[in-house]
């Protein structure tokens, strides 16, 4: 019989990604459903005190894969670690993070052991009746959400998008089960010949909790500077719709929408952003949204808190410098 | 070499339908194109045997209905060697186990070293179905592939992007690689070319009888996927707020000021 809830915990050098606590969050919430368990799956090399910290983020039990051979990120090796823990403990359901990870590995295992997969979901719940997982994801550019279960085969399996699920406040207080597993790895086939960290600063526009974003309308590249200016005074980062990444005005880690970065911070400013429905899928989530856009019709003004019909080009620098006036006259109470 | 690109026809549009009785897309009477990521792929395997220029050879292969030739011709015409559309009532309403399964067994009859697909098709936007064709014939895969930076009979050296790094990998072939867009800008057809797709080249269409020892018949189509559309709806929108559409610039700093203020923001 199949059961629990098992998440992979996604690690870079030790430490852990935020997608895994956001899905341990989401698979408490669905292993009460079902009456079964959280299993953290944490797989690296030198990673065991990584365990406890699961545990505290609320996962009931911690199954630990720790050999050289999963240092770095590879194919074969991760796939072999997934492939033992499933055929071992016969999970209920399987979540990874849709990373650039989750996204190479879960399709290879769900291959492997046949059984149904679901991308980039941003939905999970357990229907009440027969218990099936599920998972709701958008297609189509975001224009239309479908519903996908697996009812024949086991785990079922889904990527979740990384920004859409809450984790639980961590809690020291909470204790569950650590067990290591041993796994025999064969000699990979693909060789790492380097590993090369991005050299700028890695900015995760998904931790941010202020975002001041720029689209089309903000007209240059350097305009990107009044936005960091206005960022940088309301303590938050900058990020952009597509078009501007695709004209290589700013990098692509800072693309919000279907393509690019699910966001959900407190504040996301919109500045020259018609709110196509591709970027929509990425921000809608976020707390406060306040638009700027020259255009009266822009469709991000159906979803903005607050709509300013005007030019971003005109309004962001006197906002910042209102901004910055405002933050030093409440330091100077 | 024998270089394979799988890839799939798309809509050109954001105007898509559902069929209320099966949840299923209506693509019907939407103009199609080859999906953006596939493109980058047929560019990137024409590259490859240009600068190969051994008698290398690219193979294009799609699943899909007959209207897909369409999208073959236009790959032939970009300047690939040979086309397979694989199509058949029984591969109907495949999930991308089912997909991945039918394309392996294509693969397997037809032949490959090295096998590209798209990072993902903009319609489905699953990227699930290059790893799951590695994995069938069993080959080594890397996703997103950024760049290939070198390449011989042995062996493809790729640069791969992560979030926050990426690596440089060494496969040996037989292998796949999913391409982003940004491998390649594919190039037009030319006259020449789309000549020759249509009067010179052919496209072959391989069907369940043609594979059906390739693969175990349980696992293709509606019946044989894992996976179900259990419904399908389009999303509301969140509610909007206020709109301000006749303030001056000053006007509009005070209200967000204001606002941003009583949000505890500053």
């Given amino acids: ?333 | 070499m024998k270089i394979v690109v799988c890839i799939k026809q798309v809509p050109d549009t954001t105007e898509v339908k559902l069929d209320p009785k099966t949840n299923t897309l209506i693509r019907d009477g939407v103009p199609s194109i080859i999906n953006p990521d596939d493109k980058a792929g047929i560019e990137t395997a024409l590259q490859l045997k240009e600068k190969l220029n051994d008698g290398s050879t690219v193979t294009i292969v799609s699943m899909g209905p007959p209207q897909a030739d369409v999208a073959l011709r236009e790959a032939l015409a970009m300047g690939a060697d040979e086309a397979y559309l694989l199509s058949d009532r029984a591969f109907g309403g495949s999930d991308t186990y089912a997909t991945s399964t039918i394309i392996a067994a294509a693969l397997k009859k037809i032949g490959y070293d090295l096998v590209i697909t798209g990072r993902q098709a903009i319609d489905g936007d699953t990227a699930q179905v290059g790893p799951q064709i590695a994995e069938h014939i069993g080959i080594p895969q890397v996703s997103y592939a950024e760049e290939i930076v070198s390449i011989d009979n042995e062996k493809v050296v790729v640069k791969r992007q992560f979030e926050d790094r990426y690596h440089i990998l060494e496969l040996p072939l037989p292998c796949l690689i999913t391409a982003l867009a940004e491998l390649a800008e594919p190039r037009y057809m030319s006259v020449r070319g789309i000549y020759d797709a249509y009067r010179e080249k052919e496209v072959k269409v391989l069907g369940f009888e043609d594979l059906k020892e390739l693969f175990n018949p349980e696992y293709i189509g509606l019946k044989g996927s894992p996976t179900n559309v259990y419904k399908s709806f389009t999303k509301q929108a969140k509610g909007a707020g206020t709109k301000y559409a006749d303030v001056s610039a000053d006007e509009a700093v005070k209200i967000i000021v204001d606002k941003l203020e009583e949000r505890h923001i500053i």
């Fill in chain 1, 1 to 333: 019989m199949s059961k629990d809830v098992y998440v992979l915990m996604e690690q870079r050098d030790g430490e852990l990604a935020k997608v895994g606590v956001e899905l341990i969050g989401e698979a408490t919430k669905l292993a009460g459903d079902l009456g079964q368990q959280v299993v953290a799956v944490l797989l690296g090399s030198g990673i065991k005190d990584k365990a406890e910290k699961c545990i505290h983020y609320g996962a009931n039990k911690v199954i630990i894969v720790d050999d050289p051979a999963l240092a770095e990120y590879l194919t074969e090796p991760y796939a072999d670690a997934v492939t033992a823990v499933i055929e071992k403990y016969q999970p209920e359901i399987f979540l990874f993070g849709a990373s650039s990870i989750g996204r190479d590995l879960a399709p290879r295992v769900s291959a492997r052991i046949h059984t149904g997969l679901t991308a980039d979901c941003t939905g999970l719940d357990i229907d009440p009746e027969t218990k099936l997982l599920r998972m709701t994801r958008p297609a189509f550019g975001g224009n239309i959400m479908a519903t996908i279960l697996c009812k024949d085969y086991r785990p079922q399996m889904a990527t979740v998008r990384p920004g859409v699920m809450q984790a639980l406040a961590k809690d020291k207080a909470r204790t569950g089960e650590i067990e290591e597993l041993k796994v025999e790895f064969k000699a990979p086939l693909v060789k790492i010949r380097e590993v090369v960290k991005n050299e700028h600063k890695t900015v995760d526009i998904t931790e941010a909790k202020y975002l001041v974003s720029g689209g089309r309308g903000i007209g240059s590249p350097e305009f990107f500077n009044e936005l960091q200016k206005l960022a940088d005074v309301l303590g938050g980062e900058i990020s952009s719709s597509r078009a501007n990444v695709d004209a290589g005005w700013i990098d692509k880690s800072r693309q919000v929408g279907q393509t690019g970065k699910t966001v959900r911070p407190d504040l996301y400013m919109a500045c020259g952003i018609s709110g196509a429905i591709q970027h929509v899928a990425g921000m809608e989530g976020s707390e406060y949204i306040i638009a700027i856009n020259k255009n009266d019709t822009a469709p991000i003004f159906d979803l903005a808190d607050i709509g300013i019909v005007g030019d971003v080009k005109v309004i962001i620098p006197k906002l910042t410098e209102a901004v910055a006036k405002a933050k030093a006259a409440k330091n100077a109470e």
